[in-house]
DNA sequence: TTGCGTGCAAAGGTTTTGCATGGCA
DNA sequence: TGCCATGCAAAACCTTTGCACGCAA
């Protein structure tokens, strides 16, 4: 398992873009795109490895839209904030939106008890479609 | 557009093994081996071509949940009362376990109806801990 | 006979990995 | 100094595509 206590320079180049881009999703080559274009050198595997590092520490998410296509990922503003419920990812638009709800709570403790399966919030998206792209006859 | 109106032997294969393991999810590699191991020749191309096309004609529903797996398959019985489920992943183990349940079903209706949101049952996967592994302290 | 279906191999795309080198602590 | 991170290239992976041949209608 990566540690990935160093400091380097290619660790703060991108931690620097996301914390820029926060709420823009983003794919390992946007980012590795937007790096070179701004002057600095970086592999495309130290992208990869590097963004499985912040998603191991929560500072990201990670997305799998569509077969065939790259994955994108996200800033998480706050960890501890997100773990106690649902995440609905619009695989149009790409927003993301968080549902705080005791009705949804209640279907985590149904699956909890009769399915006897323990729903992990934090690693769980909602994907579809949200209001705005709801007639979009797109996937 | 595929028209695949030809009564072929190969489509019948593929015809035959999806009837006869209708409730199962399978890959095209599940597939190929299984024609295979049966004697049967089989190119994967004409695999992947008559799945796209069942799916077309609407008797086969494609799932591809994980970033990296191949997608899987389900015979589609009736599509009238063809009904949609949820799919748990045990994050520890790896098991996909496939839930038909009305109350889960309501949950997708009250996130449609309340949050604005139209969940695609075919792209989300509600991750966690199975029955089996729930005691493990691990993820 | 016409033209779709098949199968092989190669290409397509994203992500992972092996290994030598370089940099952090 | 010790070890992790980096970067290049190659591999791994699933899926699609090009093309010649064969088979259905």
Redesign the interface.
């Known amino acids: 398992m990566h540690k990935s206590n160093y400091k380097t320079k290619q660790r703060e180049m991108i931690l620097n873009h996301i914390a820029k881009y926060q709420e823009a999703h983003f794919t390992a080559d946007d980012l590795l795109f937007h790096l070179k274009e701004n002057g600095h050198t970086i592999g495309k595997s130290t992208i990869y490895r590097q963004l499985e590092n912040f998603i191991t520490e929560g500072k990201l998410r990670k997305y ?4 065939g296509m790259p ?1 994108c990922f996200q800033y998480v503003e706050n960890t501890a904030k997100c773990t106690e419920h649902f995440h ?1 990812k ?2 149009i638009c790409g927003r993301l ?1 968080h ?1 705080v ?1 005791q ?2 709570d209640g ?1 985590a403790d ?2 909890r008890t ?7 919030h934090k ?9 705005d792209c ?1 007639d979009t006859n797109l ?1």
């Open positions: 799998h839209l569509e077969e994955a609905l619009c695989t939106i549902v709800c009705e949804l279907m149904h699956i009769h399915h006897k399966f323990q729903v992990n690693k769980t998206v909602l994907y579809g479609k949200c209001e709801m996937k």
